[in-house]
């Protein structure tokens, strides 16, 4: 049994751990953890996901003061710790997060602090990870290296309605290459906008589900700068990228010669070239696994656009979109999925508008794999929603 801590989106990075790992396998602990019924997990491949963690024991509580209980589970930490790496031979980093539990990070550090000196009567030398909060951060935890090896260990410790999971990290996700996927492409284009490598990461797993690690061929009908098939490409999928703009295909070339360059993949580029999705026949649709795209959003809002405006986009933008999925719904193999991101536009007072097209895809062919999920961050205008559909 593993532990995931879920990203700044959790109902989007559950929905990503239960597409991968089957509904009946994920659980939630908490608002942000999830529990998952899984052999081996591997990070790299979920965007949604901070932190996995192996579960070592877990506890069922009475009611309990928070402190106290702490308190309780801390010295079983210790002396379970102090047995286990009394005579270990090398240095060991340690760092302690905890979940759910209204403690100060000063008593989370305690029990760090408790558990180096009682190694240290051994002649074991532990190096605490400060807590300035009561979980150390991913960028904290990646940094440090911690659960990536036996003497860099994070213990993850959630409090849940019912029990206390201690669970020992097996990494947190890896910030480094992502920012380097990201930013160190040769080719951005902050006016079409860019799906973060992580969404594209989520996107893959929702519409692949089940068969995320059976090989096969992705299209992503808008590539734009080539995120989509960038992370396919890793997953190690063959890939086929069309957009109407002839800039943005040479912009898709580029990123995924600098891709095949700079990282090992095994997938190949089957095709990128200029077509529009609202009439193109692609050659191989018959063979595609999945269609993974962020479509056209319309053009981008610093605030939210007059009434008119938002009419005249939101008809533009369905326009775009149900012609691209009546045209390659008849291309596509019954059952084939995809996972498609349109734009939704927030209001002053939060509110979105959506897409006609969102209320009733069955009208397209499709049908909704799991209800509609926006990606945003609070102050943005123009939300992206995620769509799974299914061919009918
Ligand atoms: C939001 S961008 C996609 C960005 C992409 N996900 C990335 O990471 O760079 C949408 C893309 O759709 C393309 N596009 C707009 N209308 C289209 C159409 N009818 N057919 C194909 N592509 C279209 C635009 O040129 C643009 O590159």
Excluded at 267 to 284: K, L, V
Excluded at 351 to 358: D, R
Excluded at 376 to 386: G, I, K
Aim: glycine share 6%; with cysteine; charged share 20%.
């Amino acid at each position: 049994m593993f532990i995931a801590t879920l990203g700044r989106q959790p109902e989007i990075s559950f929905a990503e751990l239960e597409a991968v790992f089957g509904r009946q396998n994920v659980q939630p602990a908490t608002p942000d953890i999830a529990t998952i019924d899984a052999d081996d997990i591997d990070l790299s491949i979920l965007g949604g996901t901070t932190k996995i963690a192996k579960v070592i024991t877990t506890h069922n509580y009475a009611n309990k003061r928070d402190s106290d209980l702490f308190t309780d589970i801390s010295r079983q930490i210790t002396n379970h710790y102090t047995d286990k790496w009394r005579s270990v031979d090398h240095k060991i980093t340690l760092g302690i997060s905890t979940y759910g539990f209204n403690i100060p990070p000063r008593a989370v550090q305690k029990t760090g602090i408790i558990l180096k000196s009682s190694l240290r009567k051994s002649g074991v030398s532990l190096r605490l990870i400060p807590n300035t909060e009561s979980a150390l951060s991913t960028a904290v935890s990646h940094n440090n290296k911690l659960g990536l090896s036996d003497n860099k260990v994070e213990l993850i410790i959630v409090k849940t309605k019912t029990s206390v999971i201690i669970a020992e990290s097996r990494g947190a996700q890896n910030i480094t290459a992502y920012t380097r996927r990201d930013h160190g492409k040769p080719k951005r284009d902050a006016f079409v906008g860019m799906l973060p490598p992580k969404l594209a990461q989520i996107m893959l797993n929702l519409a692949l589900g089940s068969k995320n690690d059976t090989p096969g061929l992705i299209l992503d009908p808008f590539c734009g700068t080539g995120t989509v098939l960038q992370e396919a490409l890793l997953r190690q999928f063959d890939v086929i990228g069309t957009d109407l703009s002839d800039k943005m295909v040479s912009y898709t070339q580029e990123n995924l010669n600098w891709i095949t360059k700079s990282h090992k993949h095994t997938g190949q580029i089957i095709e990128i070239s200029q077509a529009d999705a609202t009439n193109n026949q692609w050659s191989n649709a018959q063979q595609i696994s999945a269609v993974v795209c962020e479509t056209y959003l319309g053009q981008p809002f610093s605030a939210p656009p007059s009434p008119a405006k938002l009419k005249e986009v939101t008809g533009n933008c369905n326009h775009i979109i149900s012609g691209f999925l009546k045209n390659i719904h008849p291309q596509l193999t019954p059952g084939t999925r995809l996972c498609i991101a349109v734009p939704a536009w927030r209001s002053k007072d939060g509110s979105l508008t959506h897409l006609p097209l969102t209320r009733d895809p069955s009208r397209l062919g499709f049908d909704l794999v799991r209800p509609p999920m926006i990606y945003s961050r609070p102050d943005q205008v123009v939300a992206r929603e995620l769509l799974v559909l299914v061919v009918k």
